[in-house]
Each structure stands twice: as C-alpha cells, then as structure tokens.
C-alpha cells in the first residue's frame, strides 16, 4: 500500500475546501527574522547548536508564516509571543515523538509549571524551559494569570495525546479510528493556540464563554479538521520517521483494509462532515449578551485557521520536501541534551 501510486498533494488541494477567507498577519516576515536569527540562531540555539543544516529546516518551516494565518490582526508585539509559542510547538513535537513515555511525562510536568509560573527554566533543566520562561513573560504584558492558566491546561492536553501516540509508536500497534482521532485532536497542538484570542483583540473574555459547550465543541471541530488535513499532507514524513501508527489516513487503511486512494476519501468524508458541523454551529451561535459580537469574532479567526492552514502548507518543505528532521536526527539529539 506504501508503494501505491496515488497523488496525494494533488488529493488534498483539490478536495480539503473552506468557505472561510484568507487573512494574513503583515508582520510575519518581521517575526520570521526575529524566529531565524534571534531564536533559533542565538538565544535557543543550545538545541541545535551542533547542527546548522537542522537549524534550517526549522527555518524553511516558517513557523513565523504559519502563526500568520491564524492571527492575521495581532500587532508585532502581541504577534510574538504567539510565534514563540508556534517556534515551541514544532521543537517539542520533533524532539519528543522519539522519546520514553517516562521521559515525556517528566517534560511535561516540568512544561506546565514552568508556563503557570511555579518553577522557573534553571530549575526544570528540560531543553525548551528557556523558551517557554520567556514565552510566560512576554504573555503576561498582554493577558491575566487566569488566561495562561487556561493556556496551560491546554498544553497539558496536547502532552496527554502526545503520550498517547509513544504508546502505539512503541507497540507497533494501530489504534482505532476512534482512539486514533480522539488522541490526534489533543496532539496537533492548535487547542492552545485557540485560548489566545485575547493576544490579538485585547478583549479579556468571561470563563463563562471559553467553557460553553458549544465553543468547546467548535474548537474540537477545528482540531480534528485540521488532523484530516494533516494527516494526508505528513504521510511521507511519518513514514520518514516511523510515525505510521498514528497517522490517521494509516489506521483508517489498517481497520478497514483499504487502499490508501480509499483511505484518503474517507478522511475527506469524515473531514467534510466535521465542516459541516461547525458552519451550522458558527451560524447559529446562542447569545453570550454583551460578549456576542467579541464570541461571533473568535469564531470567525477559529474558521480563518483552516483556510489558512491550507494556504500556507502547500509549500513547506516541511512535508512537501526533506526538510523535517529524520528519526535518527532526532534520537541523536535526545540522547544528547
């Protein structure tokens, strides 16, 4: 099934649709200089120091570029943070999916305290403390206590499904589609980015709101569409690195024998019926009183991540080249730091 022949880029342009716009933040490539050379380059350069040709394919990643899609209003200096923590997201995702899970729950123990402000980055010793200690005080000229709190619940969140992933990576066993979907919707990291509406409108919106189940419900739409998407668009990367075992298009093949062509157009299916839930949600929205129209915006920039995702991912190296890092890349990385 590997070896079948089937476009799979031409798959996902020509079939993943959003009727939502486009927008794109003009600061990032002011933001993708700074991720280059300030970050990457010089003040979290102790990740990579030893490998400048890994440094780059985090560059031509454009994280900077990515978080424009999804924050197309913030200005420079709420769009930062929110860079930084696309920067982290990446970085943690590659250096951990070839880790012990004993290791991952360690990381992110020590992650969610150092974001609530419980431990400081010298204390943790973990590689991205530093990164995540600034991130917390650049969040905390923009946003209450309350807000990074919520921010870190949801970083929990994403470390419980990246732990679910080592579990079937380390067994060499296929979830099911349900098991499959409900531990990618938490490991494709976009529910924290969603607690951040706040960075770009500087409207500090009631727990109330962020607890409702229907904004609940709309964020986890957004996720899973977004795993559809993905999944298709990184087969070649987690083949790359040996992450076939959670890659949501693989188990649809393994549980239902299908062919991978199959596989893709019942992703599709499940894609479009998950889109077609949350317009009916987004147009029918319950009233939140003096909060609606603040609520009907979020909404709005939720939609936005979608059709930008797609935008912007059609041309990273990332998954359209080799420029992820391998398996081997990043074992050896692990053993070091």
Sequence with gaps: MNNEKFDTVQFLHQNFKYPFPTLKNPNA???QEIT????IDKEYLNIYDSNPELRTKYKKTKTAHIAAYFFPRASAERFSPICKLMLWAFYNDDLYEQSEPADLEYVRIQSVAILNGEIGAIESAIPLGKMLASLRQELLQFIPQESILRLSRMVDTYFSGLKSELHYKKQE???????CINLREKSVCLYPFMQLTELETGVILPPEVYDHPVIQRLQT???RMITHFNEIQSL????ATGCIYYNLV?????ECEMTLKEACHESLRMHNEGLKEFVSLQTSLPDFGIWHNDVVNWVDDMSMILSGWKNISADLDRYTGTAFPS???????????
């Excluded at 693989?250 to 393994?254: D, E, G, R, S």
């Design 29 to 31: 490539d002011k933001l």
């Design 36 to 39: 280059d050379h300030q970050w």
């Design 173 to 179: 066993r296929f979830p099911t589609i349900t098991e």
């Design 221 to 223: 739409l957004i996720c």
């Design 236 to 239: 070649r990367k987690d083949e």
């Design 250 to 254: 693989k188990v649809i093949q393994n």
């Design 327 to 337: 398996a081997v890349e990043l074992q050896k990385r692990l053993s070091e730091i």
